[in-house]
């Protein structure tokens, strides 16, 4: 049973030789700290996580469709062998300290409907669980309620989880919320514009959720349901 935790690492600017990518390494630089914690945890999680770094963010999401064909659709786990029941995926910015949990992004808002949103139900109980052990603000809980492609962000966005979600894995984004990244795609994306306190809080509060997840012994709902596939019929 496998657990994937994922990231993009890429940038990109409008002056292709300044890219510093400061504040959009935010994301990177939390899985690996994850991935460190894990490592140097005194007994391993219940399930098994994939740790996985994306390219081609800025691609049209080259990194994750194709990480898509070859892990999701590959023999091991169309045979069962291997079985991947989520992705979580951390979209990070330094802008504010609160996450949101999204599954619908730009890229494929039209492939998602109410069967969709119905595979998340169990998702959102687990995640109303986590509130009495999170600080109050910590997440904003409506995102996987969505049916569109809007969660607190002002403009459209894009997601590392999104192929994943539209081959019926349970695939979300934690999004930081209320999020403007008015330096991304800038030469101006420096480490003095990143406010480390705010990655912190969302490190914080991704990993109780993640946490959660990697160590349940059983997740209530079947295989068949989640499993990557190349056609549904609804």
Avoid: C
């Amino acid at each position: 049973n496998v657990i994937i935790v994922s990231t993009h690492y890429d940038d990109w600017s409008a002056v292709p030789r300044k890219a510093p990518g400061a504040d959009e390494s935010s994301g990177i630089a939390s899985l690996l700290e994850l991935a460190r914690y894990y490592t140097e945890a005194p007994a391993p999680p219940y399930n098994t996580i994939w740790f996985v770094a994306f390219s081609g963010h800025w691609q049209g999401l080259a990194g994750p469709r194709e990480f898509v064909e070859k892990f999701l659709f590959s023999p091991e786990v169309q045979q069962d062998s291997v079985k991947v029941w989520m992705q979580i995926n951390l979209d990070f910015s330094s802008d504010n300290h609160q996450i949101t949990p999204l599954y619908v992004g730009r890229f494929y808002a039209s492939g998602i409907n109410e069967e969709t949103q119905a595979r998340y139900l169990w998702v959102r109980e687990i995640l109303k669980g986590l509130r009495s052990r999170l600080p109050e603000d910590a997440i904003f809980w409506e995102g996987l309620r969505q049916l569109n492609w809007w969660g607190t962000e002002f403009e459209p966005y894009i997601l590392d989880s999104e192929p994943a979600a539209l081959s019926g894995t349970v695939s979300f984004s934690l999004m930081t919320s209320y999020a403007r990244r008015l330096r991304w795609g800038t030469p101006f994306d420096t480490i003095e514009g990143v406010d480390v306190e705010n990655i912190v809080g969302q490190l914080g509060s991704s990993l109780a959720i993640i946490d959660e997840f990697v160590n349940m012994e059983s997740f209530g709902i079947n295989w068949r349901d989640v499993k990557p596939t190349r056609l549904r019929l609804y």
